[in-house]
Nanobody, 122 residues
Framework: VQLQASGGGLVQVGDSLRLSCAAS????????MGWFRQAPGKEREFVAA????????RYADSVKGRFTISRDNAKNTVYLQMNSLNDDDTAVYYC????????????????WGQGTQVTVSS
């Protein structure tokens, strides 16, 4: 099982980025998927999650209205569109998968990707 996150980079405040998470050896079509992030010296925090059939999504208050999670089960890929980025969004972003419903608690996710760095510069 492998989750490969990509799309991170160095951007300016107000810019946009689109993260991708490609899964192999894992049928994402039956897994809820989540994005989490971890900044230096801080705990891993929930960003967004989407149900296996995309009929349910959940967002952290800090990203509501700016980030959008989506999925393409045919491509075994989950996306995180990030708009209006600010300094507080700087972190390593991880994608994760779990069977069952969506949760914001990272401890409930069974599979993790390696992370992609997002740096927002002012």
């Amino acid at each position: 099982v492998q989750l490969q996150a990509s799309g991170g980079g160095l951007v300016q405040v107000g810019d946009s980025l689109r993260l991708s998470c490609a899964a192999s050896g894992l049928p994402v079509s039956i897994h809820a998927m989540g994005w989490f992030r971890q900044a230096p010296g801080k705990e891993r925090e929930f960003v967004a999650a989407i149900s296996w059939n995309a009929d349910s999504t959940r967002y952290a208050d800090s990203v509501k209205g700016r980030f959008t999670i989506s999925r393409d089960n045919a491509k075994n890929t989950v996306y995180l569109q990030m708009n209006s980025l600010n300094d507080d969004d700087t972190a390593v972003y991880y994608c994760a998968a779990r069977r069952g419903g969506i949760f914001s608690d990272y401890r409930l996710y069974e599979h993790w990707g390696q992370g992609t760095q997002v740096t927002v510069s002012s």
